[in-house]
């Protein structure tokens, strides 16, 4: 989907005008947009509670003005509104921008092959941080990436059951990223790549026969309305793109002391965000079941199918890095990706992974107190 710059900016600007006022008391308010509703753990702790948590830790000097959901801007159109100013943070899933985020994507593809979402979120901050190529593309795209974020393993909500290879077979079946859709295309089934936003209105009437993502979304999308049949089969996770994006501009007119809130504020609600959403994710099961939900384990030849293609994409990784995004390099990046993560499964060993002040204090001590100090100054 296209945007018209001019016309985006004009439609929304007496929203955005609010943003970045510096006033009497040296307070500097600024718009924030995450465009999951506000019960997402995404927009919940994320942004609703991050902000709180900036508004604290500055003692009230920088005020943040959160907006969720689809009023302010489409999910596809939050990398323009950083870029352009009208938002100074938001979360931006890099999948829907995939020309314009090259080398967020083709780290992406390695995504199906992990089921650990707090090594993830960890190690996809740590990494986009500090790989080089990495950091180019932030450079490049004038804006400063802060934190991620990572999803529950995705699983299948269907309109029928889908437990087998068999009843895969002819289902439209909605997907998030180029790996999965050529797992569910080699599967027999056809990918259709929509918005999360589309997901139970494309169950609902009848265009997709199945969708995937994480399960929270069975209660919080209310998808066991439509959706009475859940597949636990995991078919990746997702991380690509800032889960906070700043706009390049808004960071370099910040104080040291500012920047460090960001960084404080970003490394607590980051490790809460993904508890929580572990958390969510199991007790959405556990309830879609007692509203009469029908909640599966894959069967041997499904899963058997998943395994084996994460061994294909993660063989295949470093060429579609190359071929498909462009990639100059793609051994540095992968294999630093791959470090990285190994880094952090490392890291989190014998740490209590529900205890979220623990698990903030690591995220400060090893990633964010070890950035430079003019770090996404350009």
Known sequence: MNFNRNALTLAIASLALPAFATSAQATTSFIANSFYDQ????????????????????????QPEVYTGTVLLAPRANLQGIQDNIVQVAHHAAIYTPSEMPVANAVQELGFNYDDPL????AVTDF??????????WEDLNIVYLGAYSTPPYVMFC??????????????I??????????VEEAGGTPVNVPSSEMYSGLDRGSLDCATNAANDLID????????????LPTGMYWSGPQWGFNEGFWADLTDDQRNVFKEATAKAMTRMVVQFLNASESAIEEAKELGNNVYEPEDDLMESVVAFREQALSNVYNKARDEYGVEDPEALIDDFLSTYEKWQALLEGVDRSDE???????????????PADYGIY
């Open 159 to 172: 309109r029928e059951p889908v437990r087998n290879l068999e009843e895969l077979r002819g289902k439209r």
């Open 39 to 62: 019960q997402h753990p995404h927009s919940r702790y994320g942004y609703i509670e991050w902000a709180e948590m900036v508004k604290e830790l500055s003692d009230g000097e920088l």
């Open 357 to 371: 002040e623990a698990l903030a204090q690591l995220a400060m001590g090893e990633i964010y107190s070890k950035l």
């Open 174 to 183: 909605r997907t998030a990223g180029s790996t999965v859709s050529a797992w």
């Open 128 to 137: 986009s941080l500090n790989n080089p190529i990495q950091l180019a593309e």
């Open 119 to 122: 090594a993830s979120i960890l």
């Open 221 to 232: 999308r209310s998808l066991w309305e439509v959706a009475k049949h859940t597949t636990l």
